[in-house]
T-cell receptor
Framework: LAKTTQPISMDSYEGQEVNITCSHN???????ITWYQQFPSQGPRFIIQ???TKVTNEVASLFIPADRKSSTLSLPRVSLSDTAVYYC?????????????FGGGTRVLVKP | DVKVTQSSRYLVKRTGEKVFLECVQD?????MFWYRQDPGLGLRLIYF???????EKGDIPEGYSVSREKKERFSLILESASTNQTSMYLC??????????????FGQGTRLTVV
């Protein structure tokens, strides 16, 4: 899997939009970009996945520029319950024998 | 819903004991993974398996082994537990969809303390 770089931490306030950018300069043609959310004492859970341009679901949006060397996870109007660690993964997840390697993640703290 | 079940939520073992951490999934996924998570170090891949009886080393396999005798079960083995193996252990699975990427599913984790 391509190596990813994300900020270590970000602080925000309730109601604000949070944008987390992940750099993945070595992304391969078959690679997708996937984001996971992890709360304390729980396993990570899938948030969103994309290949190019923009993807939106009920939880977040994912913006991917044309060169795909970075991506931005956007969390609209965050609440206290969005405090978590967010991981960016790049790769062909689901390919047989493919390692699933996580980076350090971004710790997001939402304040009242 | 995919269910990934880890046999214990909390475990306390003594130094030198042989420890088995079990992970069972109910969705017929091919790929299974074991991670450990320590404060400030994120999730580190220990071992993974893409088929029954197949295993591959991850980034930190030393001191661990794995077993996958059945597709739904992936066991992590600490041959001789040491205090530096005190950690949160997480199991994950993903299907080999063959149609582009997909998502991985995680268990709730086992917090292992070695004393």
């Amino acid at each position: 899997l391509a190596k990813t770089t994300q900020p270590i931490s970000m602080d925000s306030y309730e109601g604000q939009e949070v944008n987390i950018t992940c750099s993945h300069n070595n992304i391969a043609t078959n690679d997708y970009i996937t984001w996971y959310q992890q709360f304390p004492s729980q396993g990570p859970r899938f948030i969103i996945q994309g290949y190019k341009t923009k993807v939106t679901n009920e939880v977040a949006s994912l913006f991917i520029p044309a060169d795909r060397k970075s991506s931005t996870l956007s969390l609209p109007r965050v609440s206290l319950s969005d405090t978590a660690v967010y991981y960016c993964l790049v790769g062909d997840i689901g390919a047989a024998g493919n390692k699933l390697t996580f980076g350090g993640g971004t710790r997001v703290l939402v304040k009242p | 819903d995919v269910k990934v079940t880890q046999s214990s939520r909390y475990l306390v073992k003594r130094t030198g004991e042989k420890v088995f951490l079990e992970c069972v999934q109910d969705m017929d996924h091919e790929n299974m993974f074991w991670y450990r998570q320590d404060p400030g170090l994120g999730l580190r891949l220990i071992y993974f398996s893409y088929d029954v009886k197949m295993k591959e080393k991850g980034d930190i396999p030393e001191g661990y082994s794995v077993s996958r005798e059945k597709k739904e079960r992936f066991s992590l083995i600490l041959e001789s537990a040491s205090t530096n193996q005190t950690s949160m252990y997480l199991c994950a699975t993903d299907p080999t969809s063959g149609v582009g990427s997909t998502e991985a599913f995680f268990g709730q984790g086992t917090r292992l303390t070695v004393v």
